[in-house]
């Protein structure tokens, strides 16, 4: 049961709506190069899933001796943007244990790649991959954090919330899958992409 639970951690509805609040948060607090890097190191994370996806449904493209079709998104995801979001509320609290937060949050989202290899969500090679790129963007995006104490306004912390009920609610109505479907069949030129489980 509660792998289920650490399995919608790395919902992009969830995911999503966390970054963009991270995106705003920065920017309230005036770590404007921060925020810049941050939009960088996390689409430069999900763009790479969303090519490896595109690649496996328009062309096949897909590495068989590991059982590797695509990375995963949800274990990039958390990967992501749980360690960033724990840091920085952790950052007000004790400067000097934001680290560990950061590092919490990598666990986390350890813990969530491995459920969705133990759910048969993913396979351990998806699962790793994706967990990655999405340490990767958190990674790079720390190291231009942790030199600035980062201190939003309370307006900061309100814009943010609401930057991230305004996404998750978009998120509802964005159809992601179709549209990758539909992005790899009109690169590819074939008329119907291929069957997966779950990517």
């Given at each position: ?8 951690l790395?919902d ?9 609040a ?14 810049c890097w ?6 430069g994370?999900l763009g790479?899933?969303a ?5 496996y ?12 079709k ?8 958390t990967?992501?943007?749980l360690?960033?979001v ?9 400067r000097?244990?934001?680290?560990f ?8 989202s350890a ?8 759910h ?13 790129l999405?340490m990767?963007?958190?990674?790079v995006s ?31 109505v964005?159809?992601?899958g179709?549209?990758?479907s539909?992005t ?5 030129g074939?008329?119907?992409t291929?069957?997966?489980?779950d990517?």
């Amino acid at each position: 049961m509660y792998q289920s639970y650490l399995i919608s951690l790395g919902d992009l509805r969830l995911t999503a709506a966390l970054a963009g609040a991270v995106v705003v948060w920065l920017v309230a607090a005036r770590a404007y190069r921060a925020a810049c890097w941050w939009c960088v190191a996390y689409g430069g994370a999900l763009g790479a899933v969303a090519a490896s996806k595109i690649l496996y449904l328009g062309w096949g493209l897909q590495i068989a001796a590991v059982q590797f079709k695509a990375a995963s998104g949800h274990a990039a995801g958390t990967a992501a943007v749980l360690p960033i979001v724990l840091y920085l509320l952790a950052m007000p609290i004790v400067r000097s244990k934001a680290n560990f937060a950061l590092a919490a949050g990598w666990m986390i989202s350890a813990a969530v790649a491995f459920a969705l290899v133990a759910h048969d969500e993913h396979s351990s090679s998806e699962a790793l991959a994706g967990w990655c790129l999405g340490m990767l963007a958190s990674a790079v995006s720390w190291s231009r954090m942790r030199r600035k104490l980062i201190l939003p306004s309370r307006g900061g912390v309100g814009a943010a919330l609401a930057m991230m009920t305004v996404i998750a609610s978009g998120m509802q109505v964005v159809p992601v899958g179709p549209l990758m479907s539909k992005t790899a069949l009109a690169l590819s030129g074939e008329h119907r992409t291929h069957a997966w489980n779950d990517c």
